[in-house]
Nanobody
Framework: QVQLVESGGGLVQTGGSLKLSCAVS????????MDWYRQAPGKERELVAGIISGGSTDYADSVKGRFTISRDNAKNTLYLQMTSLKPADTAVYYC???????????WGQGTQVTVSS
């Protein structure tokens, strides 16, 4: 099994920055890819950014050029650096990992990001 624990959310003004972290434990060898999703009130959960083991990344159009996903394998941690934040980025951000070994999607508990105008 895999456990994911997010941290780093908070309240920031428009134009500000935050860095989210997702600590990964358990059967780390079994997971690929890893992603960040977000869910705003009244909206469906959406994919924000993803990274595969080879390092390739992908981003939602709404965050391209502002967000950067990265992973530190030595620290078993996934990151999401967010810059130039907008009120539209306000949401609960979730760390996600898929295990092709277990054929299962693992989720963290979420961390709130609020961007004030």
């Amino acid at each position: 099994q895999v456990q994911l624990v997010e941290s780093g959310g908070g309240l920031v003004q428009t134009g500000g920055s935050l860095k989210l972290s997702c600590a990964v434990s358990g059967s780390i060898f079994s997971i690929n890819p890893m992603d960040w999703y977000r869910q705003a009130p009244g909206k469906e959960r959406e994919l924000v950014a993803g990274i595969i083991s080879g390092g390739s990344t992908d981003y939602a159009d709404s965050v391209k050029g502002r967000f950067t996903i990265s992973r530190d394998n030595a620290k078993n941690t996934l990151y999401l650096q967010m810059t130039s934040l907008k009120p539209a980025d306000t949401a609960v951000y979730y760390c996600h990992a898929y295990s092709p070994v277990y054929k299962y999607n693992f989720w963290g508990q979420g961390t709130q990001v609020t961007v004030s105008s």
